[in-house]
Protein backbone atom coordinates (compact mmCIF):
# COMPACT_ATOMS: atom_id res chain seq x y z
CA UNK A 1 0.00 0.00 0.00
CA UNK A 2 2.60 2.38 1.14
CA UNK A 3 4.35 1.19 -2.66
CA UNK A 4 1.49 2.37 -4.22
CA UNK A 5 0.98 5.74 -2.34
CA UNK A 6 5.08 6.25 -3.20
CA UNK A 7 4.60 5.69 -6.94
CA UNK A 8 1.49 7.40 -7.18
CA UNK A 9 3.27 10.68 -5.72
CA UNK A 10 6.04 10.41 -7.87
CA UNK A 11 4.35 10.21 -11.25
CA UNK A 12 2.23 13.39 -10.01
CA UNK A 13 4.48 15.81 -8.98
CA UNK A 14 2.31 18.96 -9.28
CA UNK A 15 -0.12 17.02 -6.86
CA UNK A 16 2.32 16.04 -4.47
CA UNK A 17 4.05 19.73 -4.87
CA UNK A 18 0.34 20.76 -3.33
CA UNK A 19 -0.10 18.49 -1.00
CA UNK A 20 3.55 19.32 0.50
CA UNK A 21 2.56 23.11 0.30
CA UNK A 22 -0.68 22.19 2.45
CA UNK A 23 1.07 20.34 4.95
CA UNK A 24 3.92 23.29 5.51
CA UNK A 25 0.96 25.98 5.72
CA UNK A 26 -0.90 23.36 8.34
CA UNK A 27 2.51 23.06 10.58
CA UNK A 28 3.04 27.06 9.60
CA UNK A 29 -0.39 27.99 11.12
CA UNK A 30 -0.28 25.92 14.17
CA UNK A 31 3.10 27.48 15.19
CA UNK A 32 1.68 30.44 14.44
CA UNK A 33 -1.05 29.77 16.84
CA UNK A 34 0.80 28.27 19.38
CA UNK A 35 3.60 31.22 19.63
CA UNK A 36 0.60 33.73 19.70
CA UNK A 37 -1.30 32.17 22.40
CA UNK A 38 2.28 31.32 24.50
CA UNK A 39 3.22 34.76 24.33
CA UNK A 40 -0.35 36.07 25.39
CA UNK A 41 0.10 33.37 28.15
CA UNK A 42 3.41 35.10 28.88
CA UNK A 43 2.82 38.63 28.25
CA UNK A 44 -0.98 39.14 30.36
CA UNK A 45 -1.49 39.15 34.10
CA UNK A 46 -3.05 35.98 34.75
CA UNK A 47 -6.12 35.49 36.44
CA UNK A 48 -6.62 33.74 39.97
CA UNK A 49 -6.45 29.86 38.85
CA UNK A 50 -9.76 28.45 38.65
CA UNK A 51 -9.15 24.89 39.41
CA UNK A 52 -9.53 24.19 35.68
CA UNK A 53 -5.97 24.23 33.84
CA UNK A 54 -7.39 24.17 30.42
CA UNK A 55 -10.15 27.49 31.58
CA UNK A 56 -7.52 28.91 33.07
CA UNK A 57 -4.53 28.99 30.51
CA UNK A 58 -7.90 30.22 28.03
CA UNK A 59 -8.56 33.06 30.76
CA UNK A 60 -5.09 34.65 31.03
CA UNK A 61 -5.00 34.46 27.12
CA UNK A 62 -8.13 36.21 27.09
CA UNK A 63 -6.44 38.73 29.73
CA UNK A 64 -4.20 39.73 26.95
CA UNK A 65 -4.49 43.67 26.33
CA UNK A 66 -4.52 45.00 22.68
CA UNK A 67 -0.95 46.38 23.05
CA UNK A 68 0.18 42.72 24.61
CA UNK A 69 -1.83 41.04 21.71
CA UNK A 70 0.20 43.19 19.00
CA UNK A 71 3.18 42.25 20.43
CA UNK A 72 2.10 38.46 20.17
CA UNK A 73 0.88 38.73 16.67
CA UNK A 74 3.74 40.18 16.12
CA UNK A 75 6.10 37.50 17.27
CA UNK A 76 4.48 35.06 16.05
CA UNK A 77 3.56 36.55 12.34
CA UNK A 78 8.01 37.31 12.06
CA UNK A 79 8.45 33.56 14.25
CA UNK A 80 5.89 32.10 11.26
CA UNK A 81 7.51 33.96 8.29
CA UNK A 82 10.43 32.62 9.21
CA UNK A 83 9.72 29.04 9.59
CA UNK A 84 7.29 29.41 6.57
CA UNK A 85 10.40 29.94 4.48
CA UNK A 86 12.42 27.37 5.84
CA UNK A 87 9.95 24.36 5.28
CA UNK A 88 8.75 25.98 1.75
CA UNK A 89 12.11 26.19 0.63
CA UNK A 90 13.51 22.85 1.36
CA UNK A 91 10.00 20.74 1.88
CA UNK A 92 7.98 22.16 -0.48
CA UNK A 93 10.15 23.56 -3.53
CA UNK A 94 13.05 21.85 -2.68
CA UNK A 95 15.47 24.49 -3.64
CA UNK A 96 18.91 22.74 -2.98
CA UNK A 97 22.05 24.83 -1.70
CA UNK A 98 22.84 28.58 -2.95
CA UNK A 99 24.89 30.77 -1.31
CA UNK A 100 24.15 33.14 1.11
CA UNK A 101 23.54 36.45 -0.67
CA UNK A 102 20.51 33.78 -2.70
CA UNK A 103 19.20 32.26 0.19
CA UNK A 104 19.47 35.95 1.75
CA UNK A 105 17.57 37.63 -1.43
CA UNK A 106 14.37 35.03 -1.39
CA UNK A 107 14.01 35.61 2.30
CA UNK A 108 13.46 39.03 1.49
CA UNK A 109 11.36 38.13 -0.89
CA UNK A 110 9.59 35.84 1.16
CA UNK A 111 8.65 38.13 3.90
CA UNK A 112 7.56 40.66 1.57
CA UNK A 113 5.52 38.38 -0.46
CA UNK A 114 3.93 37.50 2.71
CA UNK A 115 3.45 41.40 3.71
CA UNK A 116 1.89 41.88 0.38
CA UNK A 117 -0.49 38.96 1.14
CA UNK A 118 -1.35 40.42 4.42
CA UNK A 119 -2.21 43.94 2.94
CA UNK A 120 -3.89 42.92 0.64
CA UNK A 121 -6.09 40.32 1.18
CA UNK A 122 -6.01 39.57 5.24
CA UNK A 123 -6.60 43.57 5.34
CA UNK A 124 -8.20 44.89 1.90
CA UNK A 125 -11.04 41.84 0.96
CA UNK A 126 -11.52 41.34 4.54
CA UNK A 127 -12.54 45.08 5.06
CA UNK A 128 -14.29 44.70 1.32
CA UNK A 129 -16.55 41.70 2.06
CA UNK A 130 -17.25 42.98 5.89
CA UNK A 131 -18.58 46.20 3.69
CA UNK A 132 -20.47 43.96 1.59
CA UNK A 133 -22.08 42.51 4.77
CA UNK A 134 -20.31 38.71 4.54
CA UNK A 135 -20.28 36.84 7.72
CA UNK A 136 -16.68 36.49 9.62
CA UNK A 137 -16.64 32.91 9.29
CA UNK A 138 -17.07 32.92 5.69
CA UNK A 139 -15.23 36.03 5.25
CA UNK A 140 -12.27 34.05 7.02
CA UNK A 141 -12.78 31.48 4.76
CA UNK A 142 -12.81 33.50 1.53
CA UNK A 143 -9.88 35.43 2.41
CA UNK A 144 -7.78 31.88 3.51
CA UNK A 145 -7.98 30.73 -0.06
CA UNK A 146 -7.13 33.95 -1.76
CA UNK A 147 -4.18 34.24 0.74
CA UNK A 148 -3.24 30.75 0.33
CA UNK A 149 -2.79 30.66 -3.51
CA UNK A 150 -1.76 34.16 -3.75
CA UNK A 151 0.84 33.15 -1.37
CA UNK A 152 1.53 29.81 -3.29
CA UNK A 153 1.88 31.61 -7.13
CA UNK A 154 4.23 34.10 -6.01
CA UNK A 155 6.53 31.67 -3.77
CA UNK A 156 6.67 29.06 -6.76
CA UNK A 157 7.36 31.52 -9.80
CA UNK A 158 8.56 34.36 -8.28
CA UNK A 159 10.56 33.49 -5.03
CA UNK A 160 11.98 29.84 -5.19
CA UNK A 161 11.30 29.75 -9.74
CA UNK A 162 13.41 27.06 -11.14
CA UNK A 163 16.00 27.93 -13.93
Known amino acids: MIRKIQSWLESHQKEYELLRYLIAGGLTTLLSLIVSYGMCFLLAERPPYSGRLTGWIIDSINCATPAQLSIANTVSWIIAV???????????????????????????????????????????IMLLLKWLGVSNVINRII?????MVFNYVISKFWIFKKG
Do not use: D, H, P, Y
Open 82 to 124: LFAFWINRVMVFQVKGGSTAKIGTELVQFALGRLLSFVLFEQG
Open 143 to 147: VLIFV
